[in-house]
């Protein structure tokens, strides 16, 4: 039973710490170059 509390304990830790870095992380920053091309002829290889 022990084991079982510190395990759902845990598992509500680990939650509430990802949702404040997730919500307090801060402006994402979009990438200003890169992203997907296609590729032609001799990239292909």
Known sequence: MRGL???V???GLGLLVSLVVRFLGG???PPATG???EL???ELR
């Open 5 to 7: 509390q510190r395990a």
């Open 35 to 37: 992203g997907w091309r």
């Open 40 to 42: 032609e002829g001799s």
């Open 9 to 11: 304990l845990a598992l």
């Open 27 to 29: 402006d994402p920053i």
